[in-house]
């Protein structure tokens, strides 16, 4: 990708505050995005990945939540704009598909109305227009005789239907950036597949970039070409999709790829799996956050590593860990059965 990003985060930092204390559920993420691109955001529930997208498309008004850094928008910054000229980007020209559409819709309005509402809050068109032009959408991603289900309810919809309404929202405006929070989760893999395939088809056809959070590897490798690794609300690891798969660098996303089957390696007689519990957010640990699980903890890691790349590369990772040292432990980690002796 060349020339300038569509989006470029620098250094956000998101905290609120409670009864027991700050908490900071992003702290210090930076990463760019460019036109046409898929960006997959990875990490275990509660490693900031959502709150930093909700943050880039202003949707936290809690009073408690305070904000650090810049998001770039096509050379704008997106945390300086006012609430009218936010609401005017968002939904038009950045668009967000939630984890579970059956809260993100309202329940007691048709499907269709509320697609057109979408279209005629950014848009100069008729009522009829915007009707016709929802039912234009549904048949995009998918849903049977669109022109009958079009006046239908989110409860006569399944899971699946649910989510290609929400895609279809979405997409009302042809967006340039297209955000899917977990898309595909609870439901089942037929499923998956096919919402996966109907983003890839739509990016094509919409032309738009995508960041797509998710902490399912598979869906990563499905459609993502960069990839970012997430941690205690940092980022430990960035890279193309081939540095992340085929030489990940820091032992937090060795253990993301441990701990699932893959059909380029022997079967192993059991997955590995990440030690312990993430951290609090109220009380991270001195240090690396991931030091207290990470099996490859030495002195060093009492500092916080700075997410950086090596020399000629854009690979980053925040690892304290010499480049010559990661290879062997890394095998070790993340294939044991392939390192350990014959007995």
């Known amino acids: 990708m060349t020339g300038e990003p569509l989006l470029a985060v620098r250094d956000l930092k998101v ?21 046409g691109e898929t960006l997959g ?10 709150v930093t997208m909700m943050s880039v498309m202003r949707l936290i008004v809690d009073p408690n939540a305070r904000f650090e850094g810049e998001v770039f928008y096509k050379g704008r910054d997106l945390m300086k704009l006012s609430r009218e000229d936010m609401r005017e980007v968002r939904g038009s020209e950045l ?7 059956m809260t993100s819709l309202n329940p007691v309005y048709r499907v269709g109305w ?10 100069r068109i008729s009522r009829r227009a915007a009707h016709a032009r929802a039912i234009e959408l549904l048949t995009a991603v998918g849903i049977p005789h669109p022109a009958e289900r079009v006046d239908d309810y989110p409860h006569q919809f399944s899971g699946g239907m649910r989510q290609r309404v929400m895609i279809a929202m979405a997409l009302s405006c042809s967006p340039d950036l297209l955000i899917a929070d977990e898309p595909t989760t ?8 096919q919402i996966l395939n109907l983003i890839k088809k739509l990016k094509e056809d919409f032309g738009s970039a995508v960041v797509l959070i998710t902490h399912d590897m598979g869906v990563v490798a499905d459609i993502a070409d960069r990839v970012a690794v997430m941690y205690a609300g940092r980022m430990v690891e960035q890279g193309s999709k081939q540095d992340l798969f085929y030489d990940p660098q820091h032992p937090y996303t060795w253990g993301l790829l ?16 990440i030690p312990g519990l993430p ?11 991931f030091g207290d699980r990470c099996p490859q903890r030495f002195d060093a890691c009492a500092q916080v590593p700075e997410l950086t790349a090596k020399a000629g590369s854009d690979h980053l990772d925040a690892c304290h860990l ?11 980690t993340i294939h044991p059965e392939l390192t350990e002796e014959p007995a």
């Open 41 to 50: 955001i990875v990490g275990e529930s509660g490693s900031g990945k959502s």
């Open 279 to 289: 951290p609090s957010l109220l009380r991270l640990p001195e240090g690396c956050a």
């Open 258 to 273: 441990g701990s699932i089957a893959r059909l380029d390696r022997p079967k192993p007689r059991r997955l590995t799996a």
């Open 15 to 35: 905290s609120f505050r409670t009864e027991d204390g700050l908490v900071k559920a992003v702290d210090g993420v930076s990463f760019t995005l460019s036109p």
């Open 95 to 101: 668009a967000m598909i939630f984890q579970d559409p």
């Open 114 to 123: 509320q697609i057109a509402e979408q279209i005629r809050a950014h848009e």
């Open 186 to 193: 609870a439901l089942d893999v037929t499923i998956q597949a």
């Open 322 to 332: 010499a480049p010559g040292d990661k290879r062997e432990r890394r095998e070790r």
